[in-house]
């Protein structure tokens, strides 16, 4: 079985960064002068220092902790998952709309990386239920979820040692 | 529930499009791939 080398917390620390980084090109297009520092003030990550814990909702006796959370222009909690077991793309989904059922957050992105070779989970989002529940809870809890697969992230990420595909933007 | 706006549809496809396909990611993933294949 192929993983990426990778733990979820050191891909959380490789996107961070990319996360910022976008949000710069974002607002230094909207003419923002010190658009670094807009950026920098509109992100938060699980673990920064701050008194963001106390203002956070507690439901069934528990506070909710986005990895990521974008506070502007829109208030995003995001969540990166990976696995090969389909039980914690079902835990993500939970997660996900709690954090608007909460009204916590207008909407949440969520990021699972299948972590079979095969891509199983992946695959199961053009059967009629896996589709239609990724459509449901965009439509009724504002959740933005989106699966990538394993050979889609040699392709991304790497190169395929299966085949001759490149990406190209 | 917010009621949703074409632009934060816009900005959650962008983030997620360049998340994907950050050039950084890419290269550094690829040069650890390599030095797995290797093994």
Redesign the interface.
Known sequence: MIH???TEQAIQT??RP??I??LED?FKELGYKDYIAKANNAFYWEGQEGNSDKNRTTVFNSRNYPDFIIKS??L?AMEYKKSTYGTVVKHAIGQAIIH?MC?EY??V?C?FKDENTDDRILNTVNKNDEGEIIANIWE???V?F?I?GNIWW?H????C?KCNFR?S? | ??K?SK??VE??T???K?????E???N???K???A??SN
């Open positions: 990426t080398k990778k490789e996107i990319i996360i980084n976008f974002y222009p829109y995003i608007t009204n207008e909407y992105y990021l009724n809890f504002n933005f989106r990538i040699y991304i990420f790497g190169q040692n990406w933007k | 529930m917010k949703k632009k934060a900005f959650l962008s983030l997620h360049y998340i994907t396909t950050h950084s990611l890419r550094d993933t690829h650890k791939n390599r797995g294949n």
